[in-house]
Structure formats: C-alpha cells, structure tokens
C-alpha cells in the first residue's frame, strides 16, 4: 500500500513540476519589444537605408527570448555590412549591442564605415582563350567610368560589356562574375570583371521553324544583314522586332546557335503563328449621334506572305459605311502597297450624301516604322443633298501623307508623339488642294507616374476654291467626341438659317487634357477643348472661337481604357444643347 501510495504521490508531484514547467515559458518568455539604434552613419538616407535591412527594426516579427533578439542582430549586423560594402564602404564594420529593461531591450548598432573607396581601374579577366584582340579595360569597349564603387553601377558596367561584346562579333559571350580587389592602404580598388566571350563570328545560314501557313521566304525578307558580315545583336533583336510587328506570330525568338570552326554562327528563328482570322466588334455612345456598333474581319495571311485583307461596317447614325481593305507588306522597302473600296452612306444635319471611294496608296518607313511616308490615289463618286440640292461629284484625289508616330500604345499612349502632314490634291468635277496637320503627345510625371498632360491640335485648309464649291462631304467641321467636346457633332461652326452646319474651307482645334490615376485602373480627367471653321481658305477666326469644358473617367482595362466624359460649352449659342455625353474606347487622343 505504501508504495503504491508512493508511486501516486510522485506521479502527482511530478505531472505538477511538469505543467510548472511548461507554464514558466509563458509567464517568462513574455514579448520583448526591441528598440533599434544605428550609430556611426551621418548621412540620413543612409542610415535609413540600412535600418530598412534589420528584422528586428522591422516591427513584423515577435521577440520572446534574448537569445533570439542576439540571433538576429548577429543577421542584421552581416546584411549591413553586405549593403555597406556593395556601396564602397569595404571596410565596414558593424557591432551590435544590447541592453535589456524589462520586456524592453535596446539593440545598438555600432558602425565603422571607413572611408568608401574608388574604383581606379576596371580590368576584364577572359575565361576562355580566344586568338582574336578583345577589350582589356572597360575603356577599351567605349565604357564610361567614373570610379564609382557601387555594386550596381559595377553591374551595370558587367552588363555594358557583354552587351558591346554580343554587338562586336562575339554572339556567345556571357559574364561569369565581377568582384573588386580592394587596396585597404590607398583606399582605391581594383574592379575585375570576369568574362567569356567564346568565339568571334560572321552571320550564316538563317534556320526557321515552327512555319505553318507562312512561307519562311517571306520571314527571310526581313532579315536587316547580309551574310558574312559581323555578327551585331541589335541585328537580331531588330529582326525579331519586325517579325512582332508583322501580327502573324504570337512569339517569336531569335538567337545565335553555337559559332561554327569556319568562323560563322547560324540563326535560329522559331516562331509561334497566330490564327490567320479575326472577328471582332466595337460599341459607342454619345449624345449627339446616339449608340454606335462596329464590326470586322481580318485576314492576316491570306497568301502565306502577311497579305493582310479586312472587311468593316460601322453603322451609326450620321454613318454607315462598308469597307475592304487589302494590304500586302514589302519587307525590302520596308514598306506596304495598300488597296481599299467602300461604299458610305451619311446622314446628318449638314447634309446627306451616298459615296463610292476606290482608292491605293505605297508606303515608305524609316527609323523603325516611326516615320511613314505614303502616297497613293483615290477614284470618289458622290450623290449629294446640301442645304436642298442635289449634286454628284466624280473627282480624283492624289494624297501625299508624312506622319511621325513614337505613341508607345495605340489606345493608352503614356509616352511619345505623333504628327501628320496629309497634301490632297482633288482633279475632276472639282479642283483645289486640301491640306491638314495634327499633332498630339502627352507628358507623365510624378510618382508612379500618376499625372498626365495631354494636348492635340489640328490646322486644315483648301486653296484654289471657295467654300460653298467644295463638295459636303470635302469641307472641315468641328464638334464632337473626337473634335470639340461640349458641341454637337460638326456643329463647333457656323450655322444656316435654318440652324444647320455649314462646315469650312479651313479649320483649327486645339485640345487639352489633365489626367490623374485615383486608384490602380481608374483615372479621372478634365479637359478643354477649343475650334472653329473658316470660309477662308486658310483659318483667320473670322468665326467664333467655341470652346467646351467637360469632366471623365478612364477605366484601364486589358484591351484599354473605357473613357467616359460629359462635357458643356463654354460660350455655347441659345441654340447648343447644354451637356454632351460620351462613351468610347482608348483615350481621345
């Protein structure tokens, strides 16, 4: 009995030592709040810096031993002097210390700098043995140095090199690392940059895969060299970029193969083909012409040789029109021949005409198809009611066009410019010359790029007719969600009697547009928007100058930005409707 007894006792006594034991840690391992202090770095943003690399800084983690805070200051201390040092600071040290205060403990980070060193002088050690002269010194490939320690400028510089190596013949070249022999005495370091450049080669033999409906002759027109001569990266990415912009593929790569004993590398292009066909629609809506539909369909290859035909209806209330356009590429030029037909039919208060237009145009592109120079002939045949007669035009038309266009995105542009300069000589039932240049471009600016100015302007004339001779359908109007917003559509001008637009022989707007970004895809905007047309046959604001005022709203989507805007005129006639409403895709310029 005793030692049963007993053995009760000690079981009890030791289930109790055991749960005294396993409650201590909660009673004594409280939280401890660390309180970091970094001492030995002046500068502020430097020290910021550096206090951003300590967990225990951090406030994220919970501390509930001193052993653990001791641990992580040892790892903050190593990843200070890891960052001081990539800076140029390699003699660096860093000692924490710490003083505990209750549940508080204070981590002080002592930091000796040193003195950040120079970079004197950048050497390139080869990995492989090459009998062909290659760059010694980053000078020695054109690199701009400035001795600047920091470990990514000296990335930078790792990258500068193999880029001109790949561009000076040397396709297979890649770097293996860089580091940096540091003088503790003088205070100046040694860059090293460690390097293979394999071996120097010509352009060879251009390698296709992956064709299906495209024929691999029309890809080879597009390579921008010559074989035999140096092998040049940017070549390569050029051509892979002028395969993108063809639209027949959905990837493209372009890449050196392994350079040959003869001295040549060859060219492996593999490409993905997207399908040839393409239907899709567009909706509008405004309040001067009410909802609009549009609806395509494209054939991008038809011919295996990127000849692209399109079919289109735009039905809306003052337009419905067919179209066919067929254009073929010309790679060599580069350039495209372009043909198209349509027939239109417009119905507003300006006038009302039906139109037949058969017309072509060759283009011409430099600077990778930012600069376009067109020119081309259109045969036009019109039946016309104006102001209650009826007249038919059959005329020719001889379009000249230069356009500059650097916009990084067709419906959300945020960077770059684009202008056109189209001279319209016009030869049968009537006979003048029209002109019309336009220009838009935007500027995007504070953080994350939240703000953008937007501004467009056109400028239209006719010479050698007067304004009542020239066809309806040929005159310049203003007003309208592409135009003047705030005015009807093609009512930003004079009127008739009968309250009509009359339209001009010359025309001028201007447009101006601040956007913000409120939330990740959500802009709001204001603008102004000012225009008017002539009689004259270069504008001279004989007529009013209209301007309109309006507010919107961008919704960023995939496919881009759902634009809404309502808009009043500013110094609207009794006879202007005092709010205008918009809906369209892409922004207004």
């Not at 960052?83 to 000796?112: C, M, W």
């Not at 035009?393 to 410019?417: E, H, K, M, Q």
């Amino acid at each position: 009995m005793r030692k049963t007894e007993f053995r009760r006792n000690f079981v009890s006594a030791l289930t109790g030592i055991v749960g005294a034991v396993c409650l201590v840690p909660g009673a004594i391992a409280a939280d401890l709040s660390p309180q970091v202090t970094i001492d030995g770095i002046a500068a502020q943003t430097l020290r910021t810096e550096m206090r951003a690399l300590s967990d225990l800084a951090s406030g994220e983690k919970e501390w509930n031993s001193l052993a653990a805070i001791r641990r992580a200051g040892k790892a903050d201390a190593t990843r200070i002097v890891q960052a001081l040092t990539s800076k140029g600071f390699y003699a660096a040290q860093v000692t924490p210390s710490y003083r505990r205060a209750g549940a508080e403990v204070a981590i002080t980070f002592d930091v000796e700098t040193g003195e950040r060193f120079t970079i004197s002088r950048y050497a390139i050690q080869y990995a492989d043995k090459q009998t062909v002269q290659r760059p010694a010194m980053l000078a020695d490939a054109g690199i701009k140095t400035t001795g600047n320690p920091d470990g990514k400028v000296l990335q930078t510089h790792a990258g500068a090199l193999v880029a001109w190596l790949q561009e000076n013949g040397f396709p297979a070249a890649a770097a293996n690392q860089h580091y940096v022999q540091a003088n503790f005495e003088t205070g100046n370091a040694i860059a090293v940059y460690d390097v293979r450049s394999g071996a120097k080669a010509v352009f060879g033999k251009v390698i296709i895969e992956g064709v299906d409906q495209t024929e691999p002759g029309f890809i080879e027109k597009y390579i921008p060299w010559e074989a035999g001569t140096l092998y040049r990266r940017s070549r390569t990415a050029s051509y892979r970029d002028a395969l993108v912009e063809t639209g027949l593929f959905r990837e493209v790569s372009v890449n050196p193969a392994t350079p040959l004993e003869d001295g040549t590398v060859d060219i492996l292009v593999t490409v993905s083909e997207r399908k040839r066909r393409t239907v899709g629609a567009g909706v509008s809506f405004a309040t001067d012409v009410g909802a609009g539909v549009q609806l395509f369909w494209e054939n991008r290859n038809l011919l295996g040789e990127g000849n692209r035909v399109t079919t289109r209806l735009t039905l809306t209330a003052p337009e419905q029109e067919f179209a066919i356009t067929a254009a073929r590429p010309y790679p060599s030029l580069p350039g495209s021949l372009t043909g198209s037909f349509s027939i239109r039919n417009e119905i507003s208060d300006a006038f009302e005409a039906q139109s037949v237009e058969l017309g072509s145009a060759l283009s011409r592109f430099w600077f990778d198809s930012k600069l376009e120079v067109s020119g081309g002939a259109g045969l036009n045949y019109s039946q016309i009611e104006d102001a209650g007669v009826e007249e038919t035009f059959f005329y020719v038309t001889l379009p000249a066009n230069i356009a500059w266009n650097s916009d990084n995105d067709v419906l959300n542009p945020t960077r770059g410019f684009r202008t056109s300069l189209t001279v319209t000589p016009f030869v049968g039932d009537v006979n003048f010359i029209q002109t019309r240049l336009s220009a838009a471009s935007r500027h995007v600016f504070g953080e994350d790029a939240r703000y953008t100015i937007a501004g467009r302007g056109a400028i239209g004339s006719s010479f050698g007719i007067d304004r009542d001779d020239i066809p309806a359908t040929e005159r310049f109007f203003a007003g309208g969600g592409g135009s003047v917003r705030g005015f009807a559509f093609q009512e930003a001008g004079p009127l008739d009697a009968e309250l009509d637009p009359i339209g001009g022989a010359s025309l001028v707007e201007a447009n101006i547009e601040g956007r913000v970004r409120v939330r990740e895809k959500v802009q709001l905007a204001a603008f102004v928007d000012a225009g008017t047309v002539s009689e004259s046959d270069f504008p001279d604001f004989s007529e009013e100058v209209l301007v309109g005022a309006g507010l919107g709203a961008r919704y960023l989507t995939p496919i881009g930005p759902l634009r809404i805007d309502v808009a009043t005129p500013v110094n609207g006639r009794e006879t202007d409707d005092p709010v205008q409403f918009y809906i369209a895709l892409g922004q207004p310029f």
